[in-house]
């Protein structure tokens, strides 16, 4: 297995020329592919590879010490007995060499946005520096073109949104800036759709960088000036006409075109395919393919960015459990670590090891002079370096060397401990040595990132922070981790799409479900939406979803209720149910919050003082009914981002201009003579959604753009006795206002946290966010787990969702409830805090402080005296840090530990 030590890079005798990279020392017949600095696999250039050229050259194989490389294999198929597959296969880059039009591939300079990730990449071809690929100077003028290949009804093009292009480029804009202040970064766009959660804030926070541009208009490659390889675009403008600019670096942010392989996999695995190229999906669960039995995760379900992906590979783990169900724990071997060594009573002996993070570090620390320093430290006895410590191999090395020198603590300095402590922590256990004895150096985010144009600072300060944790490594003692049973069982709170489903899959998994409503039936929002913008009746689905539920002898339904009380841990929960005058207590193992979301009541537009004004969901009511005043209209004006997008609601609801598209299209089928006016800032009708965005200006849907500064008004006037709904909007085409008498005015109200959302907070001691949805763990790691263990959550109180994706969170928070309920047993951290009662006062300041409701007063002979549930406790420090009698101390960060880094850290200035 290739682990990424780049021994047969170093060794190749072959050396490639690279259009991207001057020096060719790293340009071999044989590499290493990265993603995000993590060796992938070893590939071989077949057009320059020796051996391959009937040479009998096999450096590469001879020097492979994990036997990776093996020049004798031959291709080979295998059969495998499976019961369930789920495929991943991701999407393509569009190419946009091939139609030619952006002079992608013959332009120097115009690249693509994955070509600029690997620029701005430590182990790209320039090291991290964003260079021109035409002579390697620092571009000072970018621009990016949106939507190539997305969005384009053209030869080549493809007629969806590609979903995830506007927010990437705002990111790489960022980056650019934060490499070079002074550069010019324009953004030519049509809509800007930042559609997802803190999205719109990212994008105000790149339009707020100095010398960042977005500029709405279509665009065109001019030419590139010969001398300096700089490139022209044309654009428009509202005032000035078509400009031509001139700049020193183009790149195109290309969308996602299907995977290469889709045909194929139509014949492998007897699936279909939607037509534009993707997985022809269920529309009621959109991870089940059109083969019982094949699922799907990711892009290929269409368009998707990160945090949707990961949820929806958690949502087809939660689909083949179900199917799989009798087979669960057949196949699984437990892990066997060797006993535990008794290292307490031995002199520390420290064992550090410097990794080079391919160039993340490594380009800007000098490692082997900071290994050299590590060997002078007291107590250490064993000091090394390591390309990718998080590698096999290398994490096999650091378990051998521990045997091997007897080393009873070990320092890691490398990345954040955030994502790799777990792994580091493992490969200590494996050695026989207790999981505490690691510390972990953060040398990269730390340091080499934020210091990467200062090297001998960089490393400098990578000695001082190494420095620190030795000494801290010093006084490290052994923790033992807190097992605890778990209880089968699972709670969901909220009876809508969410909960239901969410409910239906666990309960299908084995695991009995109790799911409270407030209400007295299931159903929430969903019951006022008849019809989505790709045609699925609503409520047909969702009154076969309630019978299945009902139907489930493993769901347990209380509706008209109230939760009043939550206690216990992970695993290990009792939640209090109040229904009518009936009180009940219920055990559950795990929690699962999907308490939905709100419609805003407008306050704007005349909402609530004249009939004519509805909201959306209102208006879809009449549509269903046929009400009589819309089939007469004349005129229906539709207002989008009511009561968001402001400084009240700095977000976008996500679904409002689908909605406003899918009433659009329904009302002009009702009523044909009807003109339909769209008042919209940015349509953000993303993924496959577009297609109906186009069909409704085909059929004469008007769409008038306006800015916040020049909003709708909307007044009441009389006219020849009549009193006329009057909707005065500017339109940027024309450049004057324009007046519309509106028969019906309909309004894009916001989608609004739920008001339990604070009950909930209380209750289960979850965060909120800025906007008052729930705070997610972390939004692309964890998107559907809270950071309070075993509460996890899904669906519109995550965040505003369409019912598509709200399926697919909550068959992602199923499958993450399964993973949890599956163990018979649970761990829990050991760095956690612990009271000494001779010290504690009894004055309910760390009490008041915890946010995890870990620490209560009870009554002692002494007085009150604080107590710490160490299953709730977080090891967050917070309590430790206000006790006034120091009465609190927090494992792992006890106050020895922590003033040795200190004394270390000043040693140094003294």
Known sequence: MCTGCNTCVKYCPVQVPDPYNQDLSNNKAIHIYFEQAVPLVTYVDPDACLYLKEDKCLICESVCENKAIDFSQKPRKMDINVGAIVLASGYEPFDPSLRGDYGYGRMANVVTSLDFERLTCSTGPYKGEILRPSDGKPPKKIAWIQCVGSRQVIEGGNTYCSAVCCTYTQKQAILANVHDEEVECTIFHNDVRSYGKDFERYYQRTAEIPGVRFIRSYVSIGREIPETKNVTIRYATPDEGVKEEEFELVVLSVGLNPPADADAM?????????????????????????????FVSGAFQGPLDIPESVFTASGASALVRELLRKRQGKLTKEKVYPVEKDVTQEEPKIGVFVCHCGANIGSVVNVPDVVAYCESLPNVVYAQ??????????????????QEKGLNRVVIAACSPLTLEPLFRDTVREAGLNQYFLEMANIREHNSWVHSKEKEEATQKAKDIIRMSVARATHLEPLQEIELPVNKNALVVGGGIAGMTCALSIANQGHDVYLIEKEDDLGGMARRLYFTVDGMDVQA??????????RHPLIHVLTNATIEEVSGYIGNFVTTVRTGNWERKIDHGAAVIAIGADEYR????????????????????????????LMN??????????????????????????????NALKARELNPNLDVYVLYRDMRTYGFREDFYREASERDV???????????????????????????????????????????????AAVIPSPQSHEIVNLFKVPLGPDGFFKEAHVKLRPVDFATDGVFL?????????????????????GRVAVLLSHDIVTVSGAVCEVEEKRCMGCGACAEACTYGAITLLESRAGKKASVNPVLCKGCGLCNALCPTEAISLKHFNNEEIISEIDAAVAKII
């Open 702 to 748: 008007k769409f008038i753009r306006y800015e916040p500064e020049t909003a709708p008004q909307v007044e009441v006037v009389e006219e020849k006795g009549k009193k006329l709904l009057r909707v005065t909007v500017m339109d940027p085409i024309l450049g004057q206002e324009l007046g519309i008498d509106a028969d019906v005015l309909a309004l894009a």
């Open 541 to 550: 689905y969702l009154n076969e979803l309630i019978s299945k539920v009902y």
């Open 602 to 629: 407008p306050t704007e537009y005349l909402y609530g003082e004249d009939e004519r004004v509805v909201t959306y969901l209102e208006l879809e009511k009449e549509i269903v009914e046929k009400a009589e005043r």
């Open 633 to 662: 209209a004349e005129n229906l004006v539709m207002i989008q981002c009511v009561g968001c997008r402001n400084e009240n609601r700095n977000y976008c609801s996500r679904v409002c201009c689908s909605q406003a598209i899918k």
């Open 266 to 294: 139509v014949k492998i695995f007897g699936i279909e395919l939607e037509p534009h190229g993707f997985c022809k999906t269920n529309p009621r669960n959109p991870i089940e393919t059109t083969r019982p039995g094949v």
């Open 794 to 814: 899904c669906g519109t109180a995550h965040y505003p969702k369409h019912i598509p994706e709200v399926i697919n969170q909550a068959q992602g928070a199923a």
């Open 385 to 402: 370096e390591q390309l990718f410590s998080c590698a096999t191999n290398s994490a096999k090395e650091i378990t051998d060397l521990i």
